[in-house]
């Protein structure tokens, strides 16, 4: 589209304008992705406030890998939405994401060392 002043120039810049629907829809995922993070930003803040019958040295750690996995959920789904919205832009298929397995295995993880430390 020419004259298009709409930001990031690299995302909007390119290609043809596809349907909106498609388009809001690929902005619903990203708004989704961004509630997971809040989710697990208040989990990993919860974890590390409340005074659970665990250790110091394995709540804390918890509770940071919570809050980093949330960073990197927040940041992967922003590009996740830059490079769908390209590809839509070029006609493309749809590129996959391995931030649902990271984010899987992160959370099982978390969750079963809070099991080992319940016992």
């Given at each position: 589209?020419?004259g298009?002043?709409?930001?990031?120039?690299?995302v909007?810049g390119?290609?043809?304008?596809?349907?909106?629907r498609?388009?809001?829809?690929?902005?619903r995922?990203?708004l989704?992705?961004?509630?997971?993070?809040l989710?697990?930003?208040?989990?990993g803040?919860?974890?590390?406030?409340?005074?659970?019958?665990?250790?110091?040295?394995?709540?804390?750690?918890?509770?940071?890998?919570?809050?980093?996995?949330?960073?990197v959920?927040?940041?992967?789904?922003?590009?996740?939405?830059?490079?769908?919205?390209?590809?839509?832009?070029?006609?493309?298929?749809?590129?996959?994401?391995?931030?649902?397995?990271?984010?899987?295995?992160?959370?099982?993880?978390?969750?079963a060392l809070?099991?080992?430390?319940?016992?």
């Amino acid at each position: 589209m020419s004259g298009d002043r709409r930001w990031p120039g690299w995302v909007y810049g390119i290609g043809e304008e596809p349907d909106p629907r498609v388009s809001f829809a690929n902005e619903r995922t990203l708004l989704a992705w961004l509630r997971t993070a809040l989710a697990l930003i208040a989990g990993g803040v919860a974890l590390d406030a409340l005074d659970l019958p665990m250790s110091d040295a394995l709540q804390r750690p918890l509770a940071l890998l919570l809050v980093l996995l949330a960073l990197v959920s927040a940041v992967a789904s922003w590009f996740r939405w830059a490079r769908a919205e390209r590809a839509m832009r070029h006609g493309t298929p749809l590129p996959s994401s391995l931030m649902g397995a990271v984010l899987v295995a992160g959370i099982v993880v978390c969750g079963a060392l809070l099991l080992v430390a319940a016992r």
